[in-house]
């Protein structure tokens, strides 16, 4: 008995601990940002928050909120938000914050492309661009084309 009660409880946390993969690519400035410089991401729901981890074509998401995330109503927008680290020319760490809002519907398609380009770094202005099979939209003068 105790040990089918331990199977059972083992089981149940693997279930909870378990990710679920989103097919998606970031570029930054044209430029796939390396693993490790995409951190504290999440997705902003009607005031939930999903978490997420990057890595390099694809977002990791625990099981239950990629479910939640399924279930939510067609053209509900989310707000994507992530920092991104680099290194300048000085050696120096320097961080930018992202956010852009995004459908329900392009997470589940095939691929998301969703293409970043700062058009004021100073000033920490940007451009949050997206592209997915069925989404199709124009460059804007000066946006890095990632293909």
Same mark, same amino acid.
């Given at each position: 008995?105790?040990?089918?009660?331990?199977?059972?409880?083992?089981?149940?946390?693997?279930?909870?601990?378990?990710?679920?993969?989103?097919?998606?690519?970031?570029?930054?400035?044209?430029?796939?940002?390396?693993?490790? &410089?995409?951190?504290?991401? &999440?997705?902003?729901?009607? =005031?939930? +928050?999903?978490? !997420?981890? &990057?890595? *390099?074509?694809?977002?990791? *998401?625990?099981?239950?909120? =990629?479910?939640?995330? +399924?279930?939510?109503?067609?053209?509900?927008?989310?707000?994507?938000?992530?920092?991104?680290? *680099?290194?300048?020319?000085?050696?120096?760490?320097?961080?930018?914050?992202?956010?852009?809002?995004?459908?329900?519907?392009?997470? !589940? =398609?095939?691929?998301?492309?969703?293409?970043?380009?700062?058009?004021?770094?100073? @000033? @920490?202005? !940007?451009? !949050?661009?997206? =592209?997915?099979?069925?989404? @199709?939209? @124009?460059?804007?003068?000066?946006?890095?084309?990632?293909?």
């Amino acid at each position: 008995m105790r040990t089918t009660l331990f199977i059972f409880i083992a089981l149940l946390n693997l279930t909870c601990y378990a990710q679920a993969k989103i097919n998606c690519i970031i570029f930054i400035d044209g430029k796939i940002p390396s693993q490790g &410089y995409i951190s504290k991401g &999440y997705f902003d729901v009607d =005031y939930n +928050r999903y978490d !997420f981890i &990057y890595n *390099v074509g694809d977002i990791y *998401v625990d099981t239950i909120s =990629y479910y939640n995330l +399924r279930n939510l109503k067609n053209n509900t927008e989310i707000m994507m938000k992530f920092t991104y680290k *680099v290194f300048s020319l000085k050696d120096e760490l320097e961080t930018y914050n992202y956010c852009g809002l995004i459908e329900k519907e392009w997470l !589940f =398609y095939d691929y998301l492309i969703i293409n970043i380009t700062n058009t004021n770094k100073k @000033k @920490k202005e !940007f451009h !949050f661009g997206f =592209y997915t099979p069925a989404e @199709k939209r @124009k460059h804007i003068k000066g946006e890095y084309r990632p293909m």
